[in-house]
């Protein structure tokens, strides 16, 4: 896919997005932090728009297919583990990280799945600082979307699904991802709007679909430099809601969703109106909707099969005393020949299961997934 420069250079761009925001800081900020290398690392990020088909990388991308954004701490950690193993392995030089991450995120714009894997690897604690032959993997994932949002407008125009892809990788990433300071990346924050805005204009059903998504994602973290163009951005939804005269009943349920999702704060929508909408988008679309925003925070009133996957893995162990056949062994064992405990009255405090062995250890938590 041919790319037209559109931005104010490589590696440049969302630097200047806060310049009259922000305080110089000693060593510099935050941002120039993240990207000040992605220049000096000679990736040619024209070839992302191209098929990968290289058998040298196949068994990384096999990797990278049993990321889990739903994996508990630990075991995620392991498969980046042995991620890093592999790709150090199958990759000799920088030249050859370089390629080899052309292919993967040449992947992720084929793939909406894929692109969450691939983001919830780079949202990791391990990766802020994660060397391969000396080249840090999430600058040039950082390089890659700020390239893609320069050439945002023709990659749009050529290939409507590979700029949601983008967007999505963009939108989840800003979402996960910390700087080593703990501190979110407020600097996406602007393009994170402006492709949201292109998502309306362009108002088919998936680009309205991954609106809202993005929209109830990160809606919260916008601050009040992006007030007026969040403002905006909901007038237009409002016209098009109007005057869309082509737009289908799916497309306008997508912007009535976005309405009240902003209404109410960009918190877990009330349950009646939960099930409103799973009525209209279905059951799947819903879960998945709410399951992208906080996998540990949605409570229905009602039954939900779909919507139960997205439910956290702690469970509640129940002790009770052991059944006896003999009075005198209950008597004297149990309740240490003390009055029998009336009937239908439980024993016993919960315990947490297995699901629960990542929020035990406070550092093992933090390094996946710390969020506001």
Not at 134 to 147: A, C
Not at 287 to 314: C, M, R, W
């Amino acid at each position: 896919m041919k790319k037209s420069a559109s931005g104010s250079g490589r590696g440049r761009g969302w630097m200047k997005l806060n310049n009259k925001t922000e305080h110089e800081r000693p060593g510099g900020t935050p941002s120039n932090n993240l990207v000040n290398s992605v220049t000096k690392l000679n990736i040619d990020q024209n070839e992302y728009k191209k098929n990968c088909d290289i058998p040298q990388f196949a068994k990384l991308i096999n990797i990278f297919e049993q990321i889990d954004a739903k994996d508990d701490g630990i075991l995620l950690n392991q498969k980046l583990k042995h991620l890093i193993k592999v790709w150090r392995e199958d990759c000799k030089s920088a030249t050859d990280i370089n390629k080899s991450f052309t292919c993967v995120y040449s992947k992720c714009l084929q793939d909406s799945s894929f692109a969450t894997k691939l983001v919830t690897v780079m949202a990791s604690r391990t990766f802020i600082s994660q060397k391969i032959h000396e080249i840090k993997i999430r600058h040039i994932f950082v390089g890659s979307l700020q390239q893609d949002y320069e050439n945002r407008v023709s990659i749009q125009q050529e290939s409507p699904a590979a700029f949601r892809n983008f967007v999505r990788m963009l939108g989840e990433f800003c979402h996960k991802a910390r700087l080593a300071d703990g501190s979110s990346l407020k600097l996406l924050n602007k393009p994170i709007l402006d492709c949201l805005e292109m998502l309306v204009k362009n108002a088919q059903p998936a680009d309205l679909d991954l609106f809202t998504t993005m929209l109830y994602l990160n809606g919260s973290s916008f601050d009040s430099a992006q007030l007026e163009a969040m403002s905006l951005l909901l007038m237009q939804v409002r016209q098009l809601l109007v005057h869309g005269t082509s737009l289908t009943k799916t497309c306008r349920t997508w912007l009535l969703l976005a309405l009240d999702v902003a209404n109410n704060r960009f918190g877990i929508l009330p349950s009646d109106i939960h099930k409103f909408y799973e009525e209209q988008l279905g059951e799947k679309a819903i879960a998945h909707f709410q399951g992208t925003h906080n996998i540990l925070s949605i409570e229905t009133s009602y039954p939900s099969k779909t919507l139960d996957s997205y439910q956290s893995s702690v469970s509640v162990l129940q002790v009770t005393p052991p059944e006896s056949t003999s009075p005198v062994e209950q008597s004297n064992i149990v309740y240490n020949n003390c009055q029998p405990q009336a009937e239908g009255r439980r024993i016993g405090r919960p315990i947490l299961g297995v699901g629960a062995r990542s929020h035990s250890n406070g550092e093992q938590e933090e390094w996946y997934d710390r969020r506001k």
